[in-house]
């Protein structure tokens, strides 16, 4: 990737003259999930230093425990017990019914935490949060204790924005993480590797900067961290713990699990892993070149690894602002799911098979990542059934929700839903032409445009969409039907694809 | 349609080169072009179409209730469960000495008189969810009930079939008419598939649809990492499908009235795109509403009228176009119901249920065993044919694939087709 700016400027801020409301656009959509116009404006007015404390705030808002999450908490010592001491089908039906109550709960879980990312005050640190849950990769599929996967993204939430030793020495004890990268069975007599081969390779490191012996003996550091479901989570044995001497990247010592998360920080790979890994993740595929990710990170470790610092030096630097990253950026299902739901001013319905399916479909249902590496981003969003699937959405959320096709139990929850004040699962005519009604077609196409794609978009695409609108249509029933038509094939095209 | 949204699309090879050849030319488009076209174009090697045998799955959602759609009017314990719900021996279409179809299934009783219909009873697996999602979820992925997996049967299918398949072949291997993709279709590969609103009437908005995506997808491309391109490329593809599929189905003249209903019309446009000779394997369209926890009796009757219709119309069809030996159809719901039934004269989430599989080539008649309804009250049926089984066959045995290799183990087929 050839870059104009030269590395020395890349990280200085971005001058205040250059704040303007492209630059607004890009920030808020790649930290976050897209931008509205009365959002540009207020980061316009507000600053850009002020916008990033509000993006990435000191003390950021957590996402609140799911009750599902709670009782599974709550029942989960029970049916432990229950398969503990009973057999035959007694057992099986206990073993059957932890089981429905966990894929309910991580259900619910997934559709809480994307209720919370949809609120605007909320999405940057979210969004944030969910690139953290891509490096330190757990799974729902093997964790199956869905509380251990909530504390999982609790965890990355609340070290999140603090030093990164911290935050890793925290993931290592993430019960979650001890069941998925099988630390659990990793016995003093018999460590296992896993999670010492992915601290190296996928959290700290990257491939290439450490031995298979550095792993060996980093594993036996990690023995004795258990994840236990009658105690609430982490536990460590140290009957099992290997406390012997052990010799990593070049040292020893009596070391232990944390004492190996410090001396990986003091690798110099340390200081642009995560950079790099953050640059694929929010300005795209081609990786960025070492002369320009090795001042930031140098930067990084002069700051002790504190990631709040790293986050506001990077999306306040003149290098995010660069034309060669306007643009361009293939939206991940989530943020075009998300950013749909901001767009159209929609509440996220508590219904699985609204929300989650189409999550599924376009190839990133919550929880469920392919494997330790995570999602791979980019172009592997789209294919043929993927796309089809975006365009579906776009249609689902255009289209109102027959009541008659829906399962009892999905009635009884849209029901709880609307009586806490969330109704606007789905566009509905009143609510949509509100602001567009009273313009003239060719204000509408530029309207449509402006608000969900804002930027210098080619004027053959403007143009198509002005034409189609314009276009007889007899009583304000077609207007509304040829407004919504054009939105629908707006938000399907290419274009809103990207950001 | 506004003359100035003419579409430039070509949806067929040839009438891609005749367009080219009269002036429009090849580059006029191709940088936004279907890669497809371009790519056979320059090898102007057209793919073979062949003729294959066709699956289409039916999926009952919401759980259909199969204690009263295969009735064991014989069984006293039937109606100690179901004191309200329990339809009356005199009802039942018979299919043999214990056994009869729900009195609205008539159309299908016939097809089962043919020889055309046949019925896998106690259908189900080990460690039953009685959630929609997941237990539909473990019947479209094929999955143990413990088991989590990323693609479904027919995406494994797929995987498997079409490995090697020519890059050019564009035309979808599986296609749903239902509203969003089936997680049955998700492979560990990209393939083409093709999906369509069950619900009618909308032909119009589609078709404007398309025409304003071609429109907008044929503007210049902004700057980056040559993403947009990449975008419109596959949207084209996508686009020349849809505008094919479209055709085909506003052409078909059907051998027999169907019923007008959504579910019915989906089945009319399988055919459509089955007598077209699409290259397409796994058909799927679905019928909802089978979620029957209060007032079950009319409910179901009017669901069973519609896919009992429905499918017998389209098996009309078929024969008449001469395709039924081309195509198998089946039905799944992802659970049966309880067999007690509850206080609201409805059923609640339940197991195993019968499933039905339809076809000239089938071997018809009653399959598997039905289950003993010897139980408590609340008690669930103890399924006897896992769904797998029917999968394995329909692999095997009609659609020529390694069963093991899509459902990742042995299962015994049945012998069905």
């Known amino acids: 990737m050839q870059l104009a700016l030269p590395p020395a400027d890349a990280w200085q801020p971005l001058p205040a003259a250059e704040w303007n409301a492209d630059a607004a656009r890009h920030l808020l959509r790649r930290a976050g999930w897209t931008a509205q116009p009365a959002a540009v404006e207020r980061a316009l007015s507000e600053g850009l230093p002020a916008t990033l404390d509000r993006l990435f705030p000191r003390e950021p808002s957590l996402l609140p425990k799911p009750k599902m999450i709670e009782r599974a908490e709550q029942e989960a010592p029970i049916y432990a017990q229950k398969v503990r001491t009973l057999s035959g089908d007694e057992r099986r039906a206990a073993e059957r019914m932890a089981r429905e109550r966990s894929q309910m709960a991580v259900q619910d879980l997934a559709i809480k935490w994307l209720q919370f990312a949809a609120q605007p005050d909320t999405s940057g640190f979210a969004k944030w949060v969910l690139f953290l849950s891509d490096v330190y990769v757990v799974s729902a599929e093997k964790v199956r204790n869905m509380p251990f996967v909530y504390q999982h993204f609790d965890v990355l939430a609340r070290h999140g924005l603090g030093p990164a030793p911290e935050l890793t020495k925290a993931v290592s004890r993430s019960p979650a993480m001890v069941l998925y990268l099988d630390l659990n069975g990793s016995q003093r007599r018999a460590p296992n590797e896993n999670f010492a081969r992915e601290l190296f390779e996928l959290f700290v490191l990257g491939e290439g900067n450490y031995t298979e012996a550095d792993i060996k003996e980093a594993a036996r550091a990690f023995t004795g961290y258990r994840a236990q479901v009658l105690f609430g989570g982490f536990r460590y044995v140290p009957n099992q713990h290997d406390d012997g001497e052990k010799t990593i990247f070049d040292q020893t010592g009596k070391f232990t699990g944390d004492d190996v998360i410090d001396l990986a920080y003091r690798q110099n790979a340390a200081s642009t892993f995560l950079p790099r890994e953050m640059a694929k993740f929010y300005l795209g595929d081609s990786p960025l070149p070492a002369e320009y990710l090795d001042p930031l990170g140098a930067e990084w470790r002069k700051n002790n690894h504190d990631l709040r610092t790293l986050v506001h030096q990077f999306f306040g630097s003149r290098l995010f602002f660069a034309p060669e990253f306007r643009g361009g950026f293939i939206k991940s299902p989530v943020q075009f799911y998300l950013g749909l739901v901001q767009d159209l001013g929609l509440d996220i319905a508590p219904l699985p098979r609204f929300t989650l399916n189409p999550m599924r479909q376009m190839g990133q249902l919550l929880f469920h990542p392919p494997n330790v590496r995570g999602w791979l981003g980019g172009r592997s969003w789209i294919n043929s059934a993927t796309l089809a699937a975006r365009r579906q959405l776009v249609e689902t959320l255009f289209t109102a929700i027959e009541e008659k096709n829906l399962n009892a139990d999905e009635l009884i929850d849209l029901v709880a839903a609307r009586t806490n004040g969330s109704e606007n699962f789905t566009v509905t005519e009143q609510h949509f032409l509100s602001t567009l009604a009273q313009l003239a077609p060719a204000e509408q196409a530029e309207r449509l445009v402006r608000t969900f794609l804002g930027e210098s978009v080619a004027a053959e695409f403007t143009a198509s969409l002005r034409q189609f609108i314009a276009s007889p249509s007899p009583g304000p029933f077609q207007e509304f039907r040829r407004l919504k038509r054009a939105a629908v094939a707006l938000l399907q095209s290419p274009e809103y694809q990207l950001c | 349609m506004p003359s100035n949204h003419h579409s430039f699309l070509p949806s067929t090879r040839r009438e891609f080169l005749r367009t080219s050849g009269k002036g429009i030319g090849l580059l006029a488009f191709s940088q936004f072009a279907p890669s497809f076209l371009v790519q056979s174009t320059l090898a102007a090697s057209p793919a073979p179409e062949k003729d294959r045998t066709i699956l289409v799955l039916v999926q009952l959602a919401g759980g259909n209730d199969g204690l009263n759609t295969l009735i064991p009017f014989e069984d006293e314990n039937y109606y100690r469960l179901r004191p309200t719900l329990g339809l009356p021996k005199e009802q039942a279409l018979r299919m043999s000495d214990t056994l009869g179809l729900h009195p609205s299934c008539a159309a299908m009783h016939g097809l089962f008189n043919d020889g055309k219909l046949a019925v896998v009873q106690n259908v189900g697996y080990p460690n ?16 143990n009930s413990e088991e989590f997996l990323g693609t479904g049967w027919v995406g494994r299918f797929m995987d498997n079939a079409c490995a090697g398949a020519p890059a050019d072949s564009h035309d979808p291997i599986a296609v749903h008419i239902t509203n969003g993709l089936p997680q049955s279709f998700l492979g560990a590969e990209g393939h083409s598939t093709f999906g369509m609103q069950p619900t009618g009437g909308s032909r119009r908005e589609s078709e404007e649809n398309r025409k304003l995506l071609e429109a907008m997808a044929a503007a210049p491309a902004g700057a980056g990492p040559g993403n947009a391109s990449f975008l419109k490329h596959t949207l084209m593809d996508a686009l020349v499908t849809e505008k094919k599929v479209q055709r085909v189905l506003g052409d078909y003249r059907p051998g027999t009235p169907y019923p007008p209903n959504a579910f019915a019309n989906s089945l009319r446009n399988v055919a459509a795109l089955i007598a077209a000779g699409l290259p397409t394997r796994v058909y799927f369209v679905s019928l909802s509403g089978f979620d029957t926890h209060s007032n079950q009796l009319t409910q179901q009757a009017n669901l069973l009228t519609q896919l009992s219709e429905g499918l017998a119309a389209f098996q009309k069809d078929l024969a008449a176009h001469k395709l039924d030996d081309q195509v198998t159809t089946m039905t799944f719901s992802e659970f049966g119901r309880r067999p007690s039934e509850n206080e609201s ?63 990742g183990g042995e299962f015994d087929p049945l012998p069905v087709v």
């Open chain 2, 128 to 143: 039953p969810n009685r959630s929609h999602f997941r237990s539909a979820e473990i019947w479209e992925t094929a999955s």
């Open chain 2, 345 to 407: 004269r409805g059923t609640d989430h339940g197991t195993a249920a019968p499933l039905f599989i339809m076809g000239s080539k089938v071997k018809g008649g009653l399959h598997g065993t039905p289950p003993s309804l010897n139980l408590e009250r609340n008690q669930d049926i103890e399924f006897s044919t896992d769904f797998r089984q029917v999968y394995a066959t329909m692999l095997d045995s009609w659609l020529s694939c390694p069963s093991e290799t899509v459902l």
